[in-house]
């Protein structure tokens, strides 16, 4: 078997005298879609921040590829190809949709002041380039999106700005996409459309890892290869949807049920 | 897409200068009332009608015959005023105010970094320009530019404290800049202390820009035709590239920087990075204004470049409209030529400004001419 995409050993952070995580260990592998389930404040987002380099742990360390990530700052963490979003999006209301996507590849955009300012016909061709790869991306998506890539995200239904999140955050082609709740104020059918189209851009890109953070057991049961279930920022469970739902520890916390 | 008639972009183009000029060479008080309501009424109900959508439509399509036709009216302008001297330094100023005005475009505008010490860029590139013209054979050209890196390289001094802070505190701190740098020269012999220093003339291929043009049949120029001319030609260099920034892959990092820091480092940007690209851009762009302006007016003091002037640098770039370079020029205009020619509010002139601003803020926040959308391709879509 080949070694983990990414691993968490040990991982720990402190708020003040709260343990958001404590101890946490956690892998996924290339291709996988790992679910991260859990009750409120057990820890699930500040697991993406740590990894991310917004959050520096107390203790323990992040592995990715092979590389200690553990004090990369957010921008490092992202050059290496780990994408995100946001629990509350995190849009540019104000722009375009393109804008934003372009955002999401800002990493790959030519930045030089020759080609901005002055060869102007440069850009252009770039410009198309990009124009094209956003609408590829949001295609698996929408069909009626590429056709408002230049109308302000402050124009679209909930579901569509979900769409553009994710969308940004797979426009580099990143090697792990971490989705922080994806359902959050959405009905559950825009849910299970989201997720329906997620897999299909996981199955043309098999490389693609990840790890979604999700409340409604359906979308996980659904669409999650493995569950790891959070509680109090440790791990208490771990294994696929049916083991890890029977688990009494699981259903202690979780479910709020007493264990029979 | 449909060719539309070049007509409208054309007609606000007139209209506008027309407005400048006439602003400029009115003489009776009522005139200059009657065309500031006019013009601001006429700018409030054009945008409630449309108006200015269709115009800006229009002139985006035709950029290219626009922007040519808009540098030349300009010209034009001037020509008109060739001898008229109060009314050129006026239109001079005006110029400086929208090209550092400009500078605070890019740092405020776009990047979202405060700067309440404009002012005190404008002052290092005078004070720069004055020294260097006093003290070295540089071509006179080149301490225009050289006044611009001055102020960005002087600018770096606040780079650290403001990297670190947000929003008031980073005011604060260039507040404290602003004031600290009038201080500076206040108390520095060297620099002329509080009565300032003189400041030769540019000169550009041997011609002395400080003598008026006399031809051969002693018809004669107002020597601030020469100024204004060169002015124009760094201003249009400067909108340009300005208009430019914001349509470029560096354009959209910059709104990102403004909007979301932590989105944006969550892709990989690297804010402190862009802000210093544009708090640079801005002072050097302020440190330009402020060598022309040394230059313009052949002597310059602390008390030019005090904090009411970066106040009122500020409150042209939000009456404008904050991120959109071309309500600078209007709002230019109604802050600096409206109270030399209204006497009657001459001394009420800052009480005008802030109830202006204010007006503004409550009643179009977006400013006179307010930002648009990204125009990726302004002669339509791909």
């Not at chain 1, 030089?112 to 380039?129: D, H, K, M, S």
């Not at chain 1, 995200?153 to 709740?181: H, K, S």
């Not at chain 1, 459309?193 to 999700?214: H, S």
Request: charge should be neutral; glycine fraction near 10%.
């Amino acid at each position: 078997m080949t070694a983990p995409l990414l691993v968490a050993a040990g991982l720990s952070v402190r708020f003040g005298g709260v343990r958001a995580l404590d101890g946490f260990d956690v892998e996924i592998r290339t291709g996988e879609l790992l679910g991260l389930i859990g009750p409120n404040g057990s820890g699930k987002t500040t697991f993406f921040n740590t990894v991310t380099g917004f959050v520096t742990p107390a203790g323990g360390k992040v592995m990715f590829a092979g590389e200690d990530i553990t004090a990369l700052a957010a921008r490092h963490v992202a050059r290496r190809g780990v994408a995100r979003t946001f629990q509350r999006l995190r849009l540019l209301t104000e722009l375009s949709v393109f804008d934003n996507l372009m955002l999401g590849q800002h990493l790959v955009l030519d930045h030089g002041v020759w080609t901005n300012l002055f060869a102007r016909w440069r850009l252009r061709n770039q410009l198309r380039a990009q124009i094209e790869a956003a609408r590829g991306v949001l295609s698996h998506f929408s069909a009626t999106l590429p056709d408002r890539l230049f109308e302000p995200v402050a124009a679209l239904t909930m579901i569509d700005r979900r769409r553009v999140e994710v969308c940004r955050a797979l426009m580099r082609a990143p090697r792990l996409l971490l989705l922080d709740e994806p359902s959050a104020g959405m009905t559950p059918d825009e849910t299970a459309e989201l997720m329906g189209d997620l897999q299909n851009v996981k199955a043309a890109r098999p490389d693609l890892a990840v790890i979604l953070i999700e409340h409604d057991m359906g979308v996980i049961e659904s669409a999650a290869d493995r569950c790891v279930v959070l509680d109090y920022g440790r791990k208490i469970a771990e294994g696929d949807y049916a083991t890890v739902t029977r688990d009494p520890a699981v259903r202690r916390a979780y479910l709020g049920e007493e264990a029979d | 897409m449909k060719p539309s008639s070049i007509l409208p972009a054309l007609l606000a183009l007139a209209l506008g200068a027309g407005a400048t000029l006439g602003l400029l060479l009115a003489e009776q008080q009522w005139h200059v009332a009657t065309l500031a309501i006019v013009a601001v009424a006429a700018l409030f109900v054009g945008g409630r009608l449309g108006l200015g959508d269709r115009v800006y439509r229009n002139a985006e399509a035709h950029h290219r015959i626009v922007m040519p036709a808009a540098w030349t009216l300009a010209a034009f302008v001037i020509f008109a005023l060739r001898g008229h001297d109060f009314e050129l330094l006026m239109l001079c100023t005006t110029m400086l105010y929208v090209l550092a005005g400009l500078g605070l475009t890019v740092q405020f505008g776009y990047a979202g970094v405060v700067n309440f010490a404009a002012a005190a860029f404008v002052g290092v590139g005078a004070y720069t320009a004055a020294v260097t013209m006093t003290h070295t054979g540089m071509p006179h050209l080149l301490v225009v530019l050289a006044s611009g890196v001055v102020a960005a390289i002087i600018g770096s001094v606040l780079l650290l404290p403001l990297l670190r802070t947000r929003g008031h505190y980073a005011a604060l701190i260039t507040i404290a800049f602003g004031i600290l740098f009038r201080t500076f020269l206040e108390v520095n012999d060297t620099l002329g202390g509080p009565q300032g220093l003189k400041v030769p003339a540019f000169t550009l291929l041997g011609h002395d820009f400080n003598e008026a043009i006399v031809f051969a049949d002693e018809t004669e120029w107002s020597f601030y035709t020469g100024y204004a001319l060169l002015i124009l030609v760094v201003l249009g260099a400067a909108y340009t590239l300005v208009r430019r920034l914001e349509r470029s892959w560096i354009g959209v990092g910059l709104d990102a920087v403004r909007l979301d820091e932590t989105a944006a480092s969550a892709f990989g940007l690297n804010a402190a990075a862009w802000k210093i690209a544009a708090f640079s851009i801005g002072n050097f762009l302020a440190g330009v204004a402020g060598a022309l302006y040394a230059m313009l007016t052949a002597f310059i003091a602390p008390a030019n470049f005090a904090l009411g002037d970066s106040l009122i640098l500020v409150s042209i770039v939000i009456l404008g409209g904050l991120g959109n370079p071309l309500g600078l020029l209007p709002a230019a205009l109604i802050v600096v030529v409206l109270p030399e020619k209204l006497q009657v509010i001459q001394e009420y002139r800052f009480l005008l400004f802030s109830a202006l601003v204010i007006a503004i803020l409550l009643l179009r926040p977006g400013g006179l001419i307010p930002r648009r959308a990204r125009l990726w391709f302004p002669g339509g879509r791909p």
